[in-house]
């Protein structure tokens, strides 16, 4: 199983931008994809974003589309999400995903083998 480390979380504005990462602590990579996901409170968790790892290729929730940008570093096994243009509603805590499985996209829970601990984004009006 991976583990995963997020940070970057924290108190930002509407309109401000973060940027979370997540170090995984091996060569994972054997994963196919890694993803973001975000559960707020009272709600399911939810997809964010994932990347396929070795293409770049990547998808989005409608959501956060055109203002989240999903990212990785090979040498570094970590992905990063950019969020611009943050809103109240983005206020969550996220989690990063490795898929469960060889050729998994982590677009759902149940596609996901491990989950990080998850940072704390608090967007204020």
């Known amino acids: 199983q991976v583990h995963l480390v997020e940070s970057g979380g924290g108190l930002m504005q509407a309109g401000g931008s973060l940027r979370l990462s997540c170090a995984a602590s091996?060569?994972?990579?054997?994963?196919?994809?890694m993803g973001w996901f975000r559960q707020a409170p009272g709600k399911e968790r939810e997809f964010v974003a994932a990347?396929?790892?070795?293409?770049?290729?990547?998808v989005y929730a409608n959501s956060v589309k055109g203002r989240f940008t999903i990212s990785r570093d090979i040498a570094k096994n970590t992905v990063y999400l950019q969020m611009n243009s943050l809103k109240p509603e983005d206020t969550a805590v996220y989690y990063c995903a490795a898929p469960r499985g060889k050729m998994v996209v982590p677009v759902s829970p149940p596609t996901v083998g491990s989950w990080g601990q998850g940072t704390q984004v608090t967007v204020s009006s």
């Open positions: 990347i396929i790892w070795s293409a770049g290729s990547t």
């Open positions: 091996e060569r994972t990579f054997s994963s196919y994809a």
